[in-house]
């Protein structure tokens, strides 16, 4: 029989960081990450290729709410 692996969950801290999808105008490359909102810097966590890919980020990181794509 097949299982399918339990997504490990993660945390990061809402007060601080603000999930991201920075994307790319020339490539369409999409990336998730964090945002850490007193410095600006982007910290880059996963590749998105799909909607799933994306629902795996939100899962992962507890994220509910549409998450901001910068450019």
Known sequence: MFFKKEIEKKAYDKTTKKPIIKAS?????????????STGAF?????????EDLASFKK?????????KIY
């Open 43 to 51: 910290e880059e966590v996963m590749l998105i290729k799909n909607q």
């Open 60 to 68: 992962i990181y507890g994220i509910t709410e549409e998450i901001e």
């Open 25 to 37: 105008i020339c490539t369409g490359e999409q990336v998730a990450g964090f945002r850490d909102l």
